[in-house]
Antibody, heavy 120, light 108 residues
């Protein structure tokens, strides 16, 4: 069974940094693309960033480009999101999600429970 | 950036009736679209992928259709547990993906 567990959220002041982690298990980690999706309280889903199995393809939403950095450590089955220059509108639950299929161009089959980031 | 626009924002439907939710892409995305259901306090659940394929364990009353820029999620006979928020998601633009803003399906 796939498990994705996010950590690293918390209360942070505007302009500061935070690093989120997602620990994965239950699947062959280095075969699948992974993603970060966020959801402000009471709002809709917003795709944040994606990374391919080998980190060769990376994408960012315009709202975070230049401030956030996605990375992964396949040896440790872990996904990361380095968030810099945080703003109040970055306040949200941050979910990591796993592709259903290999190679990208895939729906998100599994989601973590999320970690809450509050920028204030 | 591919923009996904869902309509309506809120849909009021009676139990047992049919619900039709729409999603429009700002450019052609073939059939690279998925639909998710999210209930309060829960994470999104994959319902439909490749525009029309039901995910594992999803009841047959959920169906998806469309290609190119116009997509539809239909729930044929609404059950009480179906009232939730629904999102479309395009993954054609990988590694730059996007979600619609959601449609809240509420009891009439």
């Amino acid at each position: 069974e796939v498990h994705l567990v996010e950590s690293g959220g918390g209360l942070v002041q505007p302009g500061r940094s935070l690093r989120l982690s997602c620990a994965a298990s239950g699947f062959t980690f280095d075969e699948f693309a992974l993603h970060w999706v966020r959801q402000a309280p009471g709002k809709g889903l917003e795709w944040v960033s994606s990374i391919s199995w080998n980190s060769g393809k990376i994408g960012y939403a315009d709202s975070v480009k230049g401030r956030f950095i996605i990375s992964r450590d396949n040896a440790k089955n872990s996904l990361f999101l380095q968030m810099n220059s945080l703003r109040p509108d970055d306040t949200a639950f941050y979910y990591c999600a796993k592709d259903m299929f290999l190679g990208g161009h895939s729906p998100f089959e599994s989601w973590g429970q999320g970690t809450l980031v509050i920028v204030s | 950036e591919i923009v996904m626009t869902q309509s309506p924002a809120t849909l009021s439907v009676s139990p047992g009736a049919r619900a039709t939710l729409s999603c429009r892409a700002s450019q052609s995305i073939s059939t690279n679209v998925a639909w998710y259901q999210q209930k309060p306090g829960q994470v999104p659940r994959l319902l439909i992928y490749a525009a029309s394929t039901r995910a594992t364990g999803i009841p047959a009353r959920f169906s998806g259709s469309g290609s190119g820029t116009e997509f539809t999620l239909t729930i044929s006979s609404l059950q009480s547990e179906d009232f939730a928020v629904y999102y479309c998601h395009q993954y054609d633009g990988w590694p730059r993906e996007s979600f619609g803003q959601g449609t809240k399906l509420e009891i009439k």
